[in-house]
């Protein structure tokens, strides 16, 4: 957790007044991996990682940011957005944007911003910056702009301002995350419910690949096509079936032959994920944790041999974990080919297990895993 003092500390020293803070979490998915785009179901939890936001309104049309973390300014005037040369920028920009799209009139304002999200690991910095910021310009310019419009145009700036097809389960996690439940969303309609999620027990713990492969994004948009082809062939047959959702798995197989290998793979991996967040939610129902931790490793088992998106440091951080006393689940999460494993660990065997994890991984791969032992919190809101 980010210590709001930090914030206010800064926004005094540089604007000489004091701000009012907002905090904005970091995120995990627990189970249901590249099925957002499909119009599947996710289960994703706002987590103890955020960012702070510390925001003052203006009487002129100045926008003023500092990034405490790349300690940068970055300014620029509100009737005059266009992409910045500084990268961070652009997430915030491009909420500003979005926000004078709405019609709403808002004047300048500034904002110091900073926080503790591993930035690029998966856990969702990106919307936290956009969601936080969206948030908070609705509290100070009191636009009483509904909840799910915030997610959306946080979504929005991320795909047109910065130019990443990103879906919503990032913003959406960010805004309706609820502290010690997980919440399960319907990425067609949007329509979501909470679980419980009992994190005196349990503890969700992270281990930081610390690699980013450079074919991620190249692979993602390859794997998106090939969902779309598996669409189209399946609707000579079925013409309800708008995307993979739509699909059961009897239905691909009767067709095995009219698909590539991989496609057919592809397919069956997204029916077969969706399936596996329903049992899973189900498990948490009945307070099932055992059973919740095995959907989660057929989950990294699907994305490592249909979907084909883990690398070799994923599937061994998922191999060692799997093993160790108390570790009851365990899968790679985000696009893959680097980032994080998620893992669900028995409170008392967190510290044993995370030894001995990143331990044979610094043996294997010379050098230490990030480590972040989670709790699940609030969505974005006002530190009183
Ligand atoms: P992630 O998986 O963390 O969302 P992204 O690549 O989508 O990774 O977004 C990371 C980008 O978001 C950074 O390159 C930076 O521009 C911006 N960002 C994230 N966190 C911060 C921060 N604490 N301060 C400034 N910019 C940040
Ligand atoms: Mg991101």
Redesign the pocket.
Known sequence: MTDPEKIREKFRGLYNEDPLLFRSP?RVNLIGEHTDYNEGFVLPAAIDKD?VFGVCPRNDNLISFY????NEHAETDLNNLHKSEI??A??LLGVVEQITKTGEKIKGFNCV???D?????????????EAGLAYALDHIYKLNIDKLQLVKLAQKAENEFVG?R?GIM?QFINIFGKENHVLKLDCRSLRFNYYSFDSDDYKIVLFDTHVKHSLASTEYNLRRRQCEEGVRILQHHFPWIKSLRDAKKEEIIEHKKEFTRAVFDRCLYVVEENERVEKACNDLSENNQEDFGLQMIFSHEGLRDKYEVSCRELDYLVEVASVQQGVLGARMM?GGFG?CTINLIKNDYVAEASKIISEEYRITFGKEPGIYVCKIVDGTGIIK
């Open positions: 970091g960012i990034s405490l973390d790349f990268h961070w652009d997430y911003f900073g926080g999200i591993p930035i690029g690991s998966g856990l969702s910095s990106s919307a936290a910056i990443v990103c990032d985000g980032g």
